[in-house]
C-alpha cells in the first residue's frame, strides 16, 4: 500500500515538473521548421546542413523531410546546405510565433558557367598554395563607405594591404613598390590603360556590372604577362537566362541601370549596365571662378552569354567610357589663344569568348581581344569655332588560348597568347588654324608573344607546388627610324651621328626570355600555413611621364632600340592562420621586389610629340621591399578587416657620371609613391533588418614631393633649381569615411527591393595635402593644395527588380 502511495505522489510530481519545463520551454524558445526543396523540381531535400550563425547544428529530418530547430528570441543567421547545391542564407528574426521557412535551393549541376570551381570553401587563406593573392567581391566592396556615392573598386582595393596611391584622386594603385603602368588591369580578359573617371576620382568600372575581383600582388600565374608588379583580373557577371532583372541607383554624381534579360530561357542571355553623370550644374551652382568648369562621364557594359550546348558556351563582352572636363585655364599653342583647356579621353573594349569542354576533366578557352583608348585635349580657339587638339592614342589586339587539364593530383594549364600593339604618341591637329603646323610623332609598332605552361601538384599531405614557366618574345616593328649617337655624349639631339630606316615589317629590337613562376605551401595544420613565392616578369610596355599620376596626356612607348623592357624579379613568404571555422583570417607576409631597367624622367624632359623619347629618358633599376599585417573577420553581424603595411619603394639611375646621366648623383632617392607606414581599417555592422553601417578609416604617411636646392638671380629674377629629387615630404595623410543603409526587409517577398545609402567621405574634415605648389614670395614658398577639406556627404538610393 505504502508503495503504491508512493508511486503515485512520485507520478504526480514528474507530470507537475515536466508540464513546467514544457511551460518553461514554450516561454523561452520558438519552433523553427525548415523544409529544404530543389528549386527546378520541388522535390524535398533531406539531411540538409543548417548553420546558426555559422556554427555547424547537426540534425536529421523527419520523414516528410521536415528539419525542426529550437531558438531562443533573437537575431540569428542560418546558412542552409546541401551536397551539390547553392548555400542559402538568410537573416533570421526570433520572437514569440513559430516560423515556418520554406528553402529552395539550386541545383550547380544545372548551370554551365564559366567559373572556376574551388574545393576548398572558406579556407582558402590557408589551402591556396599561391600567396599574395586578395579576392574582393563586389557585394564587399559596395559596404566601403563611398565618396559622393560612387562605389568605386579601386579605391576598395586602396584598403587592402600593400595597395597605396599617390593622394586624393590619383589616377591609378601603387602596388607593392610598383608604378601604376606596372599594374596589369583586365576587365574581362580586356585591358584597361586609364582605370579612372574624371583625372582619378572615381573608377570606371560600373559596379552593378562586375561581380567581382582577383588581385594577385605576390604568386603571379604563368598565364599573365606583360607587366612588372601585380595584376588585377576583374570579371563582369553573366546575365541570367531565367528571369529578367534589373539593378540600379541615383546618385548626386551619376545614375545607374542594369538589365538582364534572356532571349532564349536557359540558353541565350544579355546583360546591359549604363552610368552617366549629370554634374555639370553642381558648378554653376558654386562661385562664379567654377562657372567655366564643366566635367562629365559616361560608361557602357555589356555581356551576351551562350550556352550552346552541355560542351561548348560564347561569350562576348564589350565595353565604352567616356570622359569630357574643361578647365578655364588658358593656353597658348603656337600663335593661337585659347578660351579654355578641355580634355576628351575614351576607351572601346570588346572580347569574344568560346568555351569547349571535351569532358569533366579538359577543356579549351580561346578569347579574341580589342582595345582602342583614345585621349585627346582640345583648345577653342579665341573668336573661333576652331578647336586646336593634341590626340594620342593605343591600339591594342590579342589572340590566346588555353587548355586545362585537372586530375585529382594535377591542375595543368597550357597556352599561347600574341599581341599587336599600335601606339600613336602624339599628333597636334590644328583643324582650320593659319598660325599652328601639323605636326606628329612616328606611329610604334610592335608585337608581343608567349607561351606557357603551369602546374598545381601535391607533393604530400602537407606540401603543394605551383609551379609555372612562360617564355615570352618581343619585337620593335617598323616603319621607324632608329638613330646612332655617339657613346661618349649623352643621347641628344646633338650626338646624333647616323640613322637606319627600318621598312613595315622589318624588326628594329627584340627581346625576350623565360619568366618563371613558382610558389610553395606547406601545410602547418588544417587552419595554418606557410608559403614561399617567386615571380619573374617582363614589361614591354610602359607610362613615360613627368608628373606625379599618369594624366590622359601621358605617352605610352613601348620598347625599342635604347628602351629596354622592366625585368622584375619579386621574392615573397607569408604565414597564414585560419581560426574559429574560417570566421577570423590573419596573414603576415613579407616580400621584396628588384626591377631592372626602371625609367625615369631628365630634368626639364618634354615628351609631347617627341619622335626620339630615349633623349628624355633615363633607365636604371629599382627596389621595393615591406612587410604586410592583416586580419579579417568573413562571417557574422559585424564584417571587416584591419591591416598595417610597413614598404620602401626606392630608385636608382647612373649612367655615366654627367649631370644629364644621372638623377641625385647616382645615389637612391625614394619614388613618388614611396609611403612606408600606411594602416586601413574597415568595418561593416548589421544593425537588425533595417540597418547597416560602415566605417572606413585610412592613414598613410606622405609622400615624397621636390623642392629646389636654391636659386640663381638673373635681372633682378630669382630662378629655382634642382639637384635632389623627392627630398621632402607632405604631410601625413589620414581620413574617416562613414555610410548608413536603410533596408526595407517588407519588399523582400516582392521582386523589387529598394535601399537608401547617407555616406559620409572625410567626416571629421581632414585637410589632406594632394600635392606641394611653389609662389615666388620671400624668395620660394611652398604651399599645400587640398582637394577634398571637408566633409562630403551624399545620399543614393540602390533599387533591385529580381
Sequence with gaps: MKTKILLLITSCLLFHFNGLAQEAEKQHFVTIKITVRDSSDNSILKEAAVRVDFQKVYF?????????????????????????????????FVNTQNINLNVNLVNVSRELDEVVVNSQGGNNNVARPLLGVNPLSIKMIKRIPAMMGETDVLRGLQMLPGVTSVGEAANGVNIRGGTTDQNLILLDDTPIFNPTHLFGLFSIF?????????LYKGGIPARFSGRASSVIDIFMINPSLEKFKMTGGISLVSNRLTVEQPLIKNKLGIMVSGRASFNDFMFRLGPPRLENIKANFYDLATKIYYKINTKNTLSFSGYLSKDFFQTDLLGTIGNVNATSTQYDYSTINASLKWFYAFSNKLNLQTVAVYTNYQPKTLLPELNSNNKVSIESGIKYHQLKSSLNYNTDLHKIEVGISSILYNINPGTLNPGTSQSVNYISAPEEKSIESGIYIEDEYALSKRLNLSFGLRYSQYWAMGPTTVRDYDPSLPKSDFSVID??????????ANYGGFEPRLALKYTLSELSSIKFGYSLMRQYLQVVSNTTTPLPTSRWATSNKYIKPQVSQLFSIGYFKNAKDNIYEFSLEAYYRNTENIIDFKPGADFLFQPYIETQTLQGKGKAYGIELMLSKKKGAAT???NYTYSRALNQIKIGERFEEQINNGNWYATNFDRPHSFNATISIAQGKHHEFGFTFVYNTGRPFTLPNGFVEYNDVKYPFYLDRNNERIKDYHRLDFSWTIHNPSLKKKRWEGSWTFAVYNLYGRANAYSVYLR?????RAYQLTIFGS??????YNFKFL
Design 60 to 92: 536529421s529530418s523527419d520523414s516528410t523531410g521536415v528539419h525542426t530547430l529550437y531558438l531562443r528570441k533573437g537575431n540569428y543567421s542560418l546558412s542552409i546546405n546541401h551536397l551539390g547545391y547553392r548555400a542559402f542564407n538568410v537573416k533570421l
Design 206 to 214: 560600373p559596379p552593378d556590372a562586375v561581380s567581382g575581383l582577383d
Design 499 to 508: 640613322s637606319t630606316f627600318y621598312q613595315s615589317g622589318q624588326s628594329s
Design 640 to 642: 571587416g578587416w584591419i
Design 776 to 780: 615666388p614670395e620671400n624668395g620660394l
Design 791 to 796: 566633409p562630403i556627404p551624399s545620399l543614393t
